[in-house]
């Protein structure tokens, strides 16, 4: 612990973290960025964003003799640094690493090649990360860049659209990160549109008025499937760890810092570009680890926990409250920013991804897997909801990173879309009797029972103070 908080202590002190010229020992990094993104969907959706690697083929332009009526967005805060509880953890992982007495063999030794940890300012903790924050300049994988680079493609992808939609409030929850996000996005946008950013407030008290449910579920328990996650095989990490010591004799590494490891090289990733840490992996190896986190994430916040299915309803309601008023609404272009989590919640009630088959925890069912967390929630995850009209029918579908992901029981309308009443039926079923504010016992953090900020804030702004979690 002393030697934890000394080493905290240090880092603070020694850095400040200025991105102007590319330092000696991330020279190599020029020819080495760019190489390492076939492992980004097995990085726990914690590395950079990618598309959706299940692609279908569906174009996600809109359907030829069809007009865009609605599009919504429930976006992921971009590439980050650890949080706060995380960086502690791989801290941990690099003082022993860093006060190994001998040279370094096999895949870690280019630690003693000059390496530089990449959290170098403790103040970068659970922010975004940016081409200013990032450890060199050249970092080509930055929240900052994803989130402007977004917003380049919706303009491209609903230019005619949003020819007449220049005008419009865009959403999003407190945290500083998913703050940024936003206002990274709107600025790439530029001044032509007029954009109203609302803060909504993450904290438990704003009960059902949130983008952000899981912070006001006292009754969402994490730990509810905890025997089925803990009984996931850890012979992965003994393995790296083992094999580490092996090559280093000894050095210590305990299955806690193989799978710290892990995020090591997503998050590295995240804020240099680059990672040699993530060479210390097999594909198995990966393989391994990237189930690990469906497992997790499906019986924490997905298909697997009953709950969620009432915590996800709150924010589809919304939705198909927004579609439903499509006409009537003057604003057509439905914005918001959040949590990955959040999304998982919504997703989870969509049903977009839930074959109703339990993820088993004993091996990885490689033929029946649907639930690829990463792929739905990688930083930068975008969820789009598109509504538009052919001839005289109204439809709705989904594009989730880039892909359009069909509905299993509605895709008979053009570009496999849902027409819009059998999708409210659909809907219907999905949400029936999930109420959010019953079943996370929200009264015991908050009075308030709606989500009524897409609908008030030109007249309650909402503007929170940002939280750095
Ligand atoms: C921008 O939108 C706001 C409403 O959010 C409106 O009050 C203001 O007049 C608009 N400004 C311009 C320049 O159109
Ligand atoms: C709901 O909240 C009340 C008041 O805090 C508490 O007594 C009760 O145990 C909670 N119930 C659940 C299911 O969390
Ligand atoms: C590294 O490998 C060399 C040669 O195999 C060996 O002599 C040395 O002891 C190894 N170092 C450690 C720390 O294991
Ligand atoms: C690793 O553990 C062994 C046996 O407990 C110990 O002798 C050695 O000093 C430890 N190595 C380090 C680097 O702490
Ligand atoms: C749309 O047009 C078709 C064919 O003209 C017709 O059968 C159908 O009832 C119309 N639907 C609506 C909702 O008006
Ligand atoms: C799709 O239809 C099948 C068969 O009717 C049903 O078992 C399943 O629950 C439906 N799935 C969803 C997501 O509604
Ligand atoms: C939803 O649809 C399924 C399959 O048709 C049905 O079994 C179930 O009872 C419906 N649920 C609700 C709440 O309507
Ligand atoms: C969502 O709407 C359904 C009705 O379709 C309702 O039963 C449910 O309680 C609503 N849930 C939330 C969280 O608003
Ligand atoms: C809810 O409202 C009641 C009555 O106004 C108040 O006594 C109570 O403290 C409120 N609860 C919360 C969690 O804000
Ligand atoms: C606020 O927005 C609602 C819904 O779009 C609209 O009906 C209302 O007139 C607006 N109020 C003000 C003060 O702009
Ligand atoms: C939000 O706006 C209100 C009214 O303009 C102001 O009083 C309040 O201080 C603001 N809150 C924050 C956190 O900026």
New binding site residues.
């Given amino acids: 612990m002393w030697l934890e908080n000394n080493m905290l202590m240090a880092l603070a002190g020694l850095y400040t973290a200025h991105a102007l010229s590319i330092p000696k020992k991330y020279k190599a990094d020029v020819k080495n960025i760019g190489t390492q993104e076939h492992i980004f969907p097995y990085l726990a959706g914690s590395g950079p964003y990618f598309s959706y690697p299940n692609d279908y083929g569906i174009s996600a332009d809109t359907p030829s003799g069809c007009e865009i009526s609605q599009i919504q967005l429930l976006a992921r805060h971009g590439e980050r640094y650890p949080s706060k509880s995380k960086g502690k953890k791989l801290l941990k992982t690099w003082n022993t690493l860093q006060h190994f007495p001998y040279q370094f063999n096999g895949s870690l030794s280019f630690i003693d090649d000059d390496y530089e940890f990449f959290i170098q300012d403790l103040d970068n903790l659970e922010m975004e990360t940016t081409t200013e924050n990032s450890v060199n300049a050249i970092n080509p994988y930055t929240g900052e860049m994803d989130a402007k680079k977004h917003a380049q493609e919706f303009l491209a992808q609903y230019a005619d659209f949003l020819e007449d939609n220049r005008e419009f409030a865009v959403f999003a929850a407190s945290s500083q990160r998913v703050h940024d996000t936003a206002q990274f996005f709107i600025d790439s946008l530029g001044d032509k549109f007029n954009i109203s950013l609302q803060v909504v407030s993450e904290e438990p008290s704003a009960g059902a008025n949130t983008l952000s449910p899981g912070y006001s579920c006292p009754a969402w328990n994490p730990d509810e499937y905890e025997d089925i996650i803990g009984s996931y095989s850890t012979t992965y990490l003994k393995a790296i760890a083992e094999r580490l010591n092996r090559e280093n004799s000894g050095l210590n590494l305990t299955v806690t810092d193989a799978y710290n490891l892990f995020d090591w090289c997503a998050f590295e990733l995240n804020a240099r570009g680059y990672s040699e840490i993530c060479d210390v992996f097999s594909p198995e190896e990966l393989i391994h680890y990237s189930y690990y986190d469906d497992l997790t994430a499906y019986y924490e916040d997905g298909p697997g926990y009953p709950l969620i299915q009432a915590v996800g309803a709150l924010y589809f309601n919304a939705s198909i409250k927004l579609l439903q008023q499509s006409e009537q609404l003057d604003q057509k272009v439905w914005l918001s920013f959040t949590h990955d989590t959040d999304i998982l919640n919504y997703l989870t009630t969509v ?1 977009l991804f ?1 074959d ?1 088959k339990k993820l088993d925890p004993s091996y990885i069912p490689f033929r029946n897997h649907v639930f690829h967390k990463s792929w739905f929630i990688p930083q930068g995850a975008r969820v789009y909801t598109q509504k538009y009209r052919c001839s005289n029918e109204s439809y709705i579908r989904y594009v989730v990173n880039d892909a359009v992901i069909p ?3 509605c895709s008979d309308g053009p570009g496999f879309s849902c027409e819009a009443n059998k999708f409210y039926k ?1 809907a219907e ?2 949400t029936a009797n999930q109420d959010f504010y019953q079943s996370c016992n929200v009264s015991s953090v908050s009075n308030i029972t709606e989500l009524t900020f897409f609908w008030d804030w030109n007249t309650t702004h909402y503007n929170a103070t940002l939280l750095k979690e």
Avoid: F, P
């Fill in positions: 049903g839930d109703e509905l299993e029981n659909y079923n999905r």
